[in-house]
Antibody, heavy 122, light 113 residues
Framework: EVQLVESGGGLIQPGGSLRLSCAAS????????MNWVRQAPGKGLEWVSY????????YYADSVKGRFTISRDNAKNSLYLQMNSLRAEDTAMYYC???????????????WGQGTTVTVSS | DIVMTQTPLSLSVTPGQPASISCKSS???????????LYWYLQKPGQPPQLLIY???KRFSGVPDRFSGSGSGTDFTLKISRVEAEDVGVYYC??????????FGQGTKLEIK
């Protein structure tokens, strides 16, 4: 079964750091680009960051640039998001999502994890 | 950044009746590779988003054929031919033509009458 499982969320004070993890299984992780997407309580979806399969290409939303770092370990089938200088507005459910693609089709984000909750509050 | 605008933001539909959601992008989503990078997702209560439609009109694996997508350029539509109770949730359109910033629509909440 294709699966993504996030972990590492929690309650953190403003200015603090947190590292999220996303464990992939059921597919060849090393061949897929990955994303982090977040959703503030009661709000819509916001793309956060993208990393290509080989880590050669990385992008961030302006809202997190300079504070968040995306990375992956293909040997461990894992995706990470290092979050520094956290702010109240970073409070959200964080999802990891796979970018599915074949020779013919590009599926966009076709597999999502259940998410991990990050709460930034004093 | 490309702005995605959905209408309506909410709709209430009687089971068995059709529903339609519009999504307009501030720039064309047609790429030079001739693909149009527009996607539709459904987020059911308490769940992560699930992919319904990719590249404007292609149904993802396992998606019922009552869901269909259409459109081109900057104007897109998701249609549900006969709404069922399990279709409740929030529908989002998303563009992936422009990195470094994928963007989602605001979401459209579908409720059953």
């Amino acid at each position: 079964e294709v699966q993504l499982v996030e972990s590492g969320g929690g309650l953190i004070q403003p200015g603090g750091s947190l590292r999220l993890s996303c464990a992939a299984s059921g597919f060849t992780f090393s061949t897929y680009s990955m994303n982090w997407v977040r959703q503030a309580p009661g709000k819509g979806l916001e793309w956060v960051s993208y990393i290509s399969s080989s880590s050669s290409t990385i992008y961030y939303a302006d809202s997190v640039k300079g504070r968040f770092t995306i990375s992956r370990d293909n040997a461990k089938n894992s995706l990470y998001l290092q979050m520094n200088s956290l702010r109240a507005e970073d409070t959200a459910m964080y999802y990891c999502a796979r970018e599915g693609t074949t020779v013919v089709d590009y599926y966009g984000m076709d597999v999502w994890g259940q998410g991990t909750t990050v709460t930034v509050s004093s | 950044d490309i702005v995605m605008t959905q209408t309506p933001l909410s709709l209430s539909v009687t089971p068995g009746q059709p529903a339609s959601i519009s999504c307009k992008s501030s720039q064309s989503l047609l790429h030079s590779d001739r693909k149009t990078y527009l996607y539709w997702y459904l987020q059911k209560p308490g769940q992560p988003p699930q992919l319904l439609i990719y590249e404007v009109s292609k149904r993802f694996s396992g998606v019922p054929d009552r869901f269909s997508g259409s459109g081109s350029g900057t104007d897109f539509t998701l249609k549900i031919s006969r709404v069922e109770a399990e279709d409740v949730g929030v529908y989002y359109c998303m563009q992936t033509i422009q990195l470094p910033s994928y963007t989602f629509g605001q979401g459209t909440k579908l409720e059953i009458k």
